[in-house]
């Protein structure tokens, strides 16, 4: 059975920083992909960063030069380091990860699976999710 389990999600000023970070068991952890979404007060879930399994990142527009994405494939574990937050950062932060290279669309940017309602083209096994508030 795969586990995704997010950890490190905290309170931090505006400005400040915070890594989280997650840890899967149950699959090829070095052969998946993996992704970083949020929930915010909008119920809006969206793709926030991601790391192939060969290294290659994505990050969306909002988040470019604040946050990094990393992985440490010996500890099956994938980081989010995130500076220079800000009050629309603040959210539920979940990790999804797949071992599939040949899923339709490699990242889905926007789904409904953070609150649990997941399809076939969503990515395959989801975290339960770690909050993150940004206090102003």
């Known amino acids: 059975e795969v586990h995704m389990v997010e950890s490190g999600g905290g309170s931090v000023q505006a400005g400040g920083s915070l890594r989280i970070s997650c840890t899967a068991s149950?699959?090829?952890?070095?052969?998946?992909?993996v992704g970083w979404y949020r929930q915010g007060a909008d119920n809006a879930c969206e793709l926030v960063a991601a790391?192939?399994?060969?290294?290659?990142?994505y990050y969306t527009d909002s988040v470019k030069g604040r946050f990094t994405v990393s992985r440490d494939n010996a500890k099956n574990t994938v980081h989010l380091q995130m500076n220079r937050l800000k009050a629309e950062d603040t959210a539920v932060y979940y990790c999804?990860?797949?071992?599939?290279?040949?899923?339709?669309?490699?990242?889905?940017?926007?789904?409904?699976?953070?609150?649990?309602?997941?399809?076939?083209?969503?990515?395959?096994?989801w975290g339960k999710g770690t909050l993150v508030t940004i206090a102003s």
């Open positions: 999804a990860a797949d071992p599939d290279p040949y899923r339709p669309d490699p990242w889905p940017r926007h789904t409904t699976a953070c609150s649990g309602s997941r399809s076939d083209a969503d990515m395959k096994y």
């Open positions: 149950g699959l090829t952890f070095e052969y998946s992909d």
């Open positions: 790391v192939s399994e060969d290294g290659n990142t």
